[in-house]
Nanobody
C-alpha cells in the first residue's frame, strides 16, 4: 500500500508563511506528477499546484506568485510553500501523487488524508 503523509498543518496569519510537506512511502519505484489540492467548506476540491518529475509546475491562478510547489525525489516528498496567505486560502489541503510501485506495470493515483490550513488573524 502507498501512503502519502502530510505535515505542516496549522493556523497562520494573513501575510505570514507556512510550509506543507507530503512524504510518500510503500514500495515505490517511481513517482510522476505530485501536487496539492484543497477543499474549503461547501466547495469542490480544486487543484492548487502540481509538479512533474521533470519539475514543470502548474498553479491555480489565485495562488500564483504566492505559493511555490517543489519536490525532493530522493525523499519522495513534495512541498508547498505558502507565502502571504489569505483568509480565502483556508481549506483542507490534500497531497496527490501518481505512483508506480515495484512490480506494477502502470501508475496509480493516490491521495493523502488531508491537512487543515486556517488563515486568520
Amino acid at each position: 500500500q502507498v501512503y502519502l503523509v502530510e505535515s505542516g498543518e496549522g493556523l497562520v496569519q494573513p501575510g505570514g508563511s507556512l510550509r506543507l510537506s507530503c512524504a510518500a512511502s510503500g514500495g515505490i519505484f517511481s513517482i510522476n506528477t505530485m501536487g496539492w489540492y484543497r477543499q474549503a467548506p461547501v466547495k469542490e476540491r480544486e487543484l492548487v499546484a502540481i509538479i512533474t518529475s521533470g519539475r514543470n509546475t502548474n498553479y491555480t491562478d489565485s495562488v500564483k506568485g504566492r505559493f511555490t510547489v517543489s519536490r525532493d525525489n530522493a525523499k519522495k516528498t513534495v512541498y508547498l510553500q505558502m507565502n502571504s496567505p489569505k483568509p480565502e486560502d483556508t481549506a483542507v489541503y490534500y497531497c496527490n501523487a501518481d505512483v508506480l510501485r515495484f512490480g506494477a506495470y502502470k501508475y496509480y493515483n493516490y491521495w493523502g488524508q488531508g491537512t487543515q490550513v486556517t488563515v486568520s488573524s
